[in-house]
């Protein structure tokens, strides 16, 4: 498991980076691969590009270190980067993205009892968050997933702070209406 960095940290180590430090380079890396790996997993949906887009976006950290400004944090910074690159992998490929709570695998068929019921409700939150927009989605798992605020995700997602207001708003009723239905059906 890669240490925790502070932001004061960070800003050291991007400046490092930005003088083509590898050592740097790869700490920051091993600190947000799996930062990244997450979020663009929920984003996504597509584990066979996070890898993939996850490398994307480092190999622009490791370009364009020298542009960061620190207007903003570090991790708002590569997460925007990580965004756009993921809407583009998405864009490329083209594929559905609608989720039926019937096909959702029952993995724990065999786990004690809690672990069952443990395993059903993170299936159906998953289901429930693949049935929100793109962006709406994103929001969800940026601001739960990643504890980021409203400024810094309209600044990753280059869009007015209300408009991320707006998409999480109608994301929570949604997620309401989802899974309302579905944990009646589950005591």
Not at 20 to 37: C, H, I, N, Q, V
Not at 92 to 105: A, I, Q, S
Not at 119 to 145: G, M, P
């Amino acid at each position: 498991m890669a240490p925790r960095t502070s932001d004061a940290d960070e800003v050291r180590l991007i400046k490092r980076v930005a003088m083509g430090d590898l050592d740097a380079f790869e700490t920051l890396y091993r600190s947000y691969f799996p930062k990244l790996a997450r979020f663009l997993d929920r984003m996504t949906r597509q584990p066979h590009l996070i890898e993939e887009i996850v490398n994307d976006t480092m190999l622009v950290v490791w370009q364009k270190a020298h542009t960061f400004d620190a207007s903003c944090k570090l991790s708002t910074w590569i997460f925007a980067i990580g965004y756009r690159k993921a809407l583009k992998a998405i864009r490329l490929r083209d594929d559905p993205v609608e989720c039926d709570f019937e096909t959702c695998p029952d993995e724990s068929a065999h786990e004690p009892e809690n672990e069952v019921r443990r395993h059903e409700l993170q299936a159906l939150c998953k289901c429930a968050l693949d049935s929100l927009t793109l962006e709406q989605r994103t929001v969800v798992c940026l601001t739960y997933f990643h504890d980021l605020g409203y400024a810094e995700i309209a600044d990753i997602m280059d869009c007015p702070v209300n408009t991320v207001k707006t998409r999480m708003f109608h994301a929570r009723r949604r997620l309401v209406t989802l899974l309302a239905d579905r944990l009646e059906e589950m005591k």
